[in-house]
Structures are given as C-alpha cells and as structure tokens.
C-alpha cells in the first residue's frame, strides 16, 4: 500500500509502458473540468444580468408609476383652474352645449 502510495506521488502512472491509457483519462477529465468551470462562468454571468435588468424593470415600473401620478394631477379640475387663472381666462358659468349637424344625406 506504501508502496503505490509512493509510486503515485512521484508520477510513475504517468511514464510507464501503458501510461497513454492514464494520459488520456487524465485530458479527458481536464477537458470536463474546463467545460464545468466556464459553464459555471456563464451561469453566474445570467444570473448578474438577470439581476441587473430586474432592477431596471422596477426602476422604470417606479418611473411609469411617478409619471401617472403627477398626469393625474395635472389633469385634476382645480389644476386646470389654476393654470387658467394665472393667464386671466375664467371659466364659463354656462356649461357646453353640443351642436348636432345635419348633413343632406340624412335627411
């Protein structure tokens, strides 16, 4: 047991006779080690984005949000009437009538 302890620490495996069998299960475990680490790599790079662009989203949701609010404001009636009173235009007394026009075809 010493012994193949020892062979293996000082790399006989890899400069025997039938060494090409190790070497090639050791390439071929080093080529999946490479495809996990950058597959990894590129997980952890979706998931940065997917963060990034999250708060992005509730930071143009907060936006879109903030924006009907103040156009709900300045469509309010007594706003309206504030701007208008400001250029000295009043408001009619009399509300709006609608004019209904005829034209020959209906008749």
């Given at each position: 047991?010493?012994?193949?302890?020892?062979?293996?620490?000082?790399?006989?495996?890899?400069?025997?006779?039938d060494?090409?069998?190790?070497?090639?299960i050791?390439?071929f475990i080093?080529?999946?080690?490479?495809?996990?680490i950058?597959s990894?790599?590129s997980?952890?790079?979706?998931v940065?984005?997917i963060?990034?662009?999250?708060?992005?989203?509730k930071?143009?949701?907060?936006a879109?949000v903030?924006?009907r609010?103040?156009l709900?404001?300045?469509k309010m009636?007594s706003s309206?009437?504030?701007?208008?009173?400001e250029k000295d235009?009043?408001i009619s007394e009399i509300?709006?009538t609608?004019?209904?026009?005829k034209?020959?075809?209906q008749?």
């Open positions: 047991m010493k012994k193949n302890i020892y062979s293996i620490l000082r790399g006989k495996f890899l400069i025997s006779d060494s090409f069998k190790n070497w090639r050791i390439i080093s080529f999946l080690a490479i495809v996990m950058a990894s790599h997980a952890d790079k979706k940065h984005e963060a990034k662009l999250t708060n992005e989203v930071e143009l949701r907060s879109f903030d924006g609010s103040k709900m404001r300045l009636e309206i009437i504030n701007k208008v009173a235009i009043q509300p709006p609608k004019i209904k026009v034209s020959s075809n008749e």
